[in-house]
């Protein structure tokens, strides 16, 4: 029996020494950081991500380096470059930054997390709710992505003081959100470029003036184009974000879970809101009630 003992405990002493052998592993983890492009605005994140990293990082412009090369972790920039999550090998971790939430759903494994670069829909409507209050509003979303029809069917019962649609955006997208814009008073807009782009743009915003709809969302560009207003997250936000979960991995062995910015702004655009008769003192107060609610 004691030779039993003696053996479950050379077994233990082993995996603890194992585990050991993992961590130091990690704690001399490299990042291999892979751009987009090179721009400036690109390389300016990258500096702030190698400023805040405790980590090696080694950067490189829209492709992998040589498998030889090749560091421990992989970290990715935007949507562009979604397909290097897949079967890379010589990566026990692969993150990604900038991801629009539902195309990164299809990546999402055991070895895959990210920051992603929407906001979730729930903050959007703490903004409404703040905005107009408890007053009963007709509230419309269109969608592309399943994952936003359910975030919102979600989050509807929160909110019994107003009434929710909701449509699946089909063959004309453009034409059949300006139809919701003139059955509701407010058009929650979704972080779907398929939907809101340069070129639907004009047209959404041109609708919702005619019909005094206000437009929340989707990210500050489109405040400052004419939306209302939008929840919306700095760089230094996701780099924050980011750093902190590869140095969790790095830390722990453990990938954390794909996580939305965890700090917000909120952006108005006072013309818009003058113009529709609502009293915004400044975003900083805004945020601070969004915070309490």
């Known amino acids: 029996m004691l030779k039993g003992v003696q053996h479950c405990l050379r077994i233990v002493v082993f995996l603890f020494a194992t585990s050991l052998s993992v961590a130091g592993d990690l704690t001399q983890a490299a990042v291999d950081l892979i751009l987009p492009a090179d721009t ?9 991500i190698q400023q805040k990293a405790n980590f090696p990082i080694n950067t ?12 421990d972790i992989l970290l990715i920039i935007s949507d562009e470059l979604l397909h290097l999550l897949d ?35 729930s903050r959007q409507l703490k903004l409404i709710n703040t905005l107009i209050g408890n007053r009963h509003a007709d509230i419309a979303m269109a969608w592309k992505h399943p994952e936003y029809r359910m975030q919102y069917d979600a989050l509807t019962a929160l909110y019994p003081e107003y009434r929710f649609e909701s449509q699946e955006a089909a063959n004309s997208p453009e034409r059949q959100i300006n139809r919701l814009i003139q059955q509701s008073d407010v058009l929650l807009a979704t972080p779907e470029t398929e939907l809101y782009n340069a070129n639907t743009i004009r047209s959404i915003l041109l609708a919702a003036y005619r019909h005094n709809t206000l437009v929340i969302g989707p990210n500050k560009a489109f405040v400052t184009a004419g939306a209302l207003a939008s929840v919306n997250s700095e760089p230094e936000h996701y780099i924050d974000d980011i750093v902190d979960s590869i140095q969790h991995y790095i830390d722990t062995g453990e990938i954390p879970q794909p996580r939305y910015p965890s700090k917000f702004n909120v952006s108005i655009n006072h013309h818009v809101a003058e113009s529709l008769g609502i009293p915004i003192h400044s975003e900083t107060d805004l945020l601070q009630q ?4």
């Open 40 to 48: 400036p605005n690109l390389q300016s994140l990258a500096h702030g």
């Open 60 to 71: 490189y412009i829209a492709q992998l380096p040589p498998a030889e090369q090749a560091g």
């Open 87 to 121: 079967n890379n090998p010589p990566y026990r971790a692969r993150f990604a930054m900038y991801i629009n939430s539902a195309r990164f759903a299809a990546y999402r494994t055991g070895t895959n997390s990210a920051v992603y670069a929407d906001q979730p829909l």
């Open 290 to 293: 969004i915070r309490q609610n």
